[in-house]
C-alpha cells in the first residue's frame, strides 16, 4: 500500500525533477510570449478505431454550469516542461495522474509521477511496431498505465544519464503497482455533454487536439485564438470548464499562457479535438502469495492481471517477427531491459540460492500470449521454492488461430448449404483425407513453414534466442557452477533446437541448423521434450548428437500413445491431433493416402516405434520416454495424464514430473524431491473458457425456420 503522503507543498525532490509552480491568476500586462515553432514538437498521433473501447457514458450526477479554473488551482498541481521532446502524451497524462493522487481522499501523494515511464509506456503499447520512433497516442499510454502502473518522478527522471536508463526495471515496476489506474473510458470527443458530465464527476480529462498557430501566440489571459494554421497533434490535461470553452493544463512551463494554462473556444475543440479518456486511480494491492499472480493474470480475472506484471516481467523474454525482440505489448522486451534480467534479476536470484540452475522454457505453437504468461506465473512458484529461475521465450505464435480458420475454411468448401446429411455417415472416417490436401493449399502449409522459419531466425544474427545465448554464456561465466535446462512444448522444441547446437557442440558444428557455426561445447543438465513438434532429422541435427555425447546429461520425451493421438482433434474438424495435421499437411512432403505417409514427426508415438535409431536412442540410460496417458503416482518422474497435444503444459502430473527431473539433477544423483500437489495449480486459461462458451452457445443456439 502506498505510504501516507501529508496535503502540504510538493516535495522538494519533485520540484527538482520537473515540477513548476503552480499557476497564478492572470497577470496583468498586455504583451503577448510567442513560443517559437522550431522549439515545440506536435506529434501526438490521434487514436486508431478499436472497438473494444469502453465509452464513457454519462450518469444523473448533477453537472454545474461551471466548473471554474480556479477550483483547479487551488490543488496546486505542478505545470510540467516536456522541453524540445514530443513526449507530450506522457506529461499531459502526467498532470492528470498528479491531480487524481493529490486528490485522493484517502493516503493522498503529492509526489510528481514520471512523464518519462508514460511516454515509455505509450510507445510500447500504440498501434505501430517498435519503438524507435517519436510521438505516440493517448490509447498507449492509457493502456500502459493500465497494464503497469506509474512510478514517481525521482524513481525514473524524465532527463537521465544514459548509462543509468535500464527501463523498465525491476525497482521502477514494483515502485510503479503503488500507483496503478482503476476503470478507464473513452469519451466521445464531439459529445459536449458527455465531456461536462465526465469533468464534474472525476475533475479532469486526458486529451489531445490538433494544435494550430494559435497556440503559439497565447496571452496572459490564457485565451487561444482560432487559427488555420495547423501545426500537429498535442496531448494535455482538460482541468475546468465554462460558457465560453475548456481551460486545460499544458506541459510547455509555466512561461506559456495563463502560467502554463490555457482556454480552447467549444468551436475549436469541435474543430480540432481528436481523442479524450477520463480515468479513476485504482488500489494499490499486495500480493504476497505466488499463486495470487498466476490467478490474478488468469482469463477469468479480468483487469487484474496489471497486479502480477511486475513479478513476472523478469521471467519472459518476448519474441515477435523474423525471430526478433519484440519491444511493444504488455510483457514487450528490449535489449535494454534483457539486459537487466541477466546482469540483474537472474544474478540476485543465484546469489541467494545455494543451488544454480535457471530453466528455459519455450511453449508451443498453438499458445497465445495470455496463455504462455499464464503458464510461467503457474510454474513460478514451485521452481522459484526450489532454487530453480524459469526464464520463458514467448515467441506470439498462437498458431491455433490460424489452424482453426484453414481448417474452417477447407470444410465450407466441402459442404452443402444447410446440414449435413446424415446418409453419408459412412464416409465420415474420410474427412481428415479430405481435409489434409485442402488445408495444406490453402496457406497451412505456409503458415506453418513462415512459423518454423521464425523460430529458426531467432537464433542468427540480431534474433531473441542469439541474444539470450550471448548473455547465458557470460551468467555462466560469472557461475560457473550454473545448471541449465530446457523444456519445450511442441514446436517449442523447434525454436530451441539451435541453441541446442550453439551451447553443447565443441567446435565446428557439422549440420543443423547452425551448420558452420562454432558451438561452446558446455552441458545441459536436463532437456525435456512435451510432445515435440519437431521433424525426426531436426531432432537428429540439433539434439541427437549432445543426447549421444552426453552434453545433454538427461534427455527425456512425453508423447500420447497413438490411440489418443488419433482420438484428439483440431477446432473439432480435423478429427486427430495436431502433430498428425502437421505430418500429414504441413511438412515438406504431404502424406498420400494408400501411397505415401506424412513426414515422421518427433513427438508421434507411431514414429518412435517405427525408427530403429530412435528406439535404440530411448534404450539409453540418459535417454527416456514417457507415453501418456498412464498411472504412474505423484512420486513418479514419468507420471502423466495428458490426452491432448495440448495438455501437456498444464496437465499436474506432467509438469510435476518435469520439475522432479529438473531438482534430481540439480542434487546430483540425489533421491528425485517430490513436488506438493499444491504447488503447482491451473487456472482456466482464455482458450479453454472460449470453448466452454462456444460449445455452450453452439448447443443452445434455436435454429431459425
Known amino acids: 500500500m502506498a505510504k501516507a503522503i501529508g496535503k ?65 488551482l487551488k490543488h496546486k498541481i505542478p505545470v510540467l516542461d ?28 503529492r509526489n510528481c509521477v514520471s512523464p518519462r515511464m508514460f511516454y515509455e509506456l505509450a510507445r510500447r503499447y500504440d498501434e505501430w511496431p517498435g519503438e524507435a520512433y517519436s510521438g505516440s497516442s493517448a490509447r498507449g499510454a492509457m493502456k500502459g498505465w493500465n497494464k503497469h502502473g506509474v512510478c514517481a518522478e525521482s524513481d525514473w527522471a524524465y532527463k537521465v544519464v544514459a548509462a543509468k536508463n535500464d ?11 503503488r500507483r496503478p489506474l482503476g476503470a478507464y473510458f473513452r469519451v466521445n470527443h464531439l459529445d459536449l455533454i458527455a465531456m461536462h458530465a465526465a469533468i464534474a464527476e472525476v475533475g479532469v480529462l486526458y486529451a489531445t487536439a490538433n494544435v494550430h498557430e494559435g497556440w503559439q501566440n497565447v496571452g496572459p489571459d490564457g485565451k487561444i485564438k482560432l487559427s488555420d494554421k495547423a501545426l500537429g497533434g498535442h496531448a494535455f490535461a482538460i ?15 509555466k512561461e506559456w499562457g495563463r502560467k502554463g494554462l490555457a482556454q480552447i ?77 541477466f546482469e540483474q534479476d537472474i544474478p540476485q536470484f543465484l546469489k541467494a540460492n545455494k543451488r544454480k540452475s535457471l530453466l528455459l522454457f519455450a511453449h508451443g505453437g498453438l499458445v497465445g500470449e495470455a496463455a504462455a504468461v499464464q503458464r510461467v506465473a503457474e510454474y513460478r512458484r514451485a521452481l522459484m521454492e526450489a532454487g530453480v529461475f524459469p526464464l520463458a521465450l514467448m515467441w506470439h505464435t498462437d498458431y491455433w488461430s490460424t489452424v482453426t480458420n484453414v481448417l474452417q475454411d477447407a470444410v465450407r468448401r466441402r459442404r452443402p448449404e444447410g446440414l449435413l446429411d446424415r446418409a453419408k455417415d459412412f464416409m465420415l472416417d474420410r474427412l481428415d483425407d479430405a481435409l489434409e490436401p485442402l488445408a495444406r493449399a490453402l496457406s497451412g502449409k505456409m503458415a506453418w513453414s513462415e512459423m518454423k522459419e521464425n523460430a529458426l531466425a531467432a537464433s542468427s544474427g540480431q534474433g531473441a534466442v542469439r541474444l539470450v545465448l550471448d548473455h547465458l554464456l557470460k551468467l555462466k561465466e560469472t557461475f560457473p557452477d550454473l545448471e ?23 567446435g565446428s558444428i557439422a549440420r543443423g541448423p547452425m551448420q558452420g557455426r562454432v558451438g561452446a561445447g558446455l552441458p545441459l543438465a536436463t532437456c525435456t521434450m512435451w510432445a515435440p513438434a519437431c521433424t525426426v532429422k531436426l531432432f537428429d541435427d540439433s539434439y541427437r548428437p549432445a543426447i549421444e555425447s552426453r552434453a545433454i546429461a538427461n534427455f527425456s520425451l512425453f508423447c500420447l500413445n497413438d490411440k489418443a493421438e488419433q482420438k484428439d482433434d483440431c477446432a473439432n474438424i480435423y478429427n486427430k491431433s495436431l502433430l498428425y495435421l502437421v505430418s500429414n499437411a504441413f511438412e515438406d512432403s504431404a502424406r498420400i493416402p494408400g501411397f505415401r505417409e506424412g513426414v515422421p514427426i518427433l513427438g508421434m508415438e507411431k514414429t518412435i516405434r517405427a525408427d530403429e535409431g530412435l528406439k535404440t536412442l530411448f534404450a539409453t540410460s540418459n535417454a527416456q520416454l514417457v507415453v501418456a496417458p498412464n498411472n504412474d503416482g505423484p512420486e513418479s518422474m514419468a507420471a502423466s495424464t495428458a490426452r491432448k497435444h495440448g495438455d501437456f503444459d498444464d496437465d499436474a502430473a506432467t509438469v510435476r514430473s518435469t520439475f522432479m527431473r529438473i531438482l534430481a539433477s540439480a542434487q546430483s544423483g540425489a533421491a528425485p524431491q517430490a513436488i506438493k500437489e499444491d504447488a503447482i495449480s491451473f487456472a482456466a486459461s482464455a482458450t479453454h473458457l472460449s470453448s466452454i462458451r462456444l460449445a455452450i452457445d453452439e448447443q443452445t443456439r434455436r435454429s431459425h425456420p
Not at 82 to 108: D, K, S, W
Not at 280 to 306: D, E, K
Open 484 to 506: 541449465l535446462h530446457l523444456v519445450s512444448h511442441s514446436a517449442g522444441s523447434i525454436i530451441l533446437a539451435p541453441l541446442v547446437q550453439l551451447w553443447t557442440t565443441a
Open 239 to 253: 482541468v475546468a470548464y465554462d460558457a465560453q470553452g475548456f481551460w486545460i493544463q499544458n506541459s510547455w512551463g
Open 167 to 177: 527501463g523498465f526495471n525491476q525497482k521502477r515496476m514494483s515502485e510503479a503497482k
Open 82 to 109: 516536456q522541453g524540445q521532446e514530443g513526449a507530450c502524451t506522457g506529461f499531459g497524462l502526467a498532470t492528470v495522474a498528479n491531480y487524481l493522487l493529490a486528490r485522493r481522499v484517502c493516503v493522498p501523494d
Open 8 to 72: 502540504g507543498s510538493i516535495s522538494k525532490a519533485t520540484v527538482k525533477a520537473r515540477a513548476k509552480s503552480p499557476v497564478a491568476p492572470a497577470r496583468k500586462a498586455s504583451g503577448q510570449k510567442k513560443a517559437a515553432s522550431n522549439t515545440r514538437i506536435f506529434n501526438a498521433r490521434p487514436d486508431t478505431l478499436d472497438f473494444r473501447d469502453k465509452m464513457y457514458t454519462p450518469t444523473l450526477i448533477e453537472v454545474p454550469t461551471v466548473v471554474p479554473v480556479e477550483d483547479f
Open 265 to 341: 473556444s467549444y468551436d475549436d475543440w469541435l474543430k480540432n479535438g481528436t481523442d479524450v479518456w477520463v480515468a479513476r486511480l485504482g488500489v494499490p494491492v499486495v500480493l504476497s502469495n505466488p499463486v495470487s499472480f498466476a490467478t490474478a493474470h488468469a482469463a477469468a480475472s479480468g483487469q487484474s492481471a496489471a497486479y502480477s506484471y511486475a513479478e513476472l516481467r523478469p521471467h519472459l523474454v518476448s519474441i515477435g517477427n523474423e525471430g526478433l525482440l519484440k519491444p511493444g505489448g504488455d510483457y514487450g522486451t528490449t535489449e535494454r531491459e534483457l539486459a537487466t534480467i
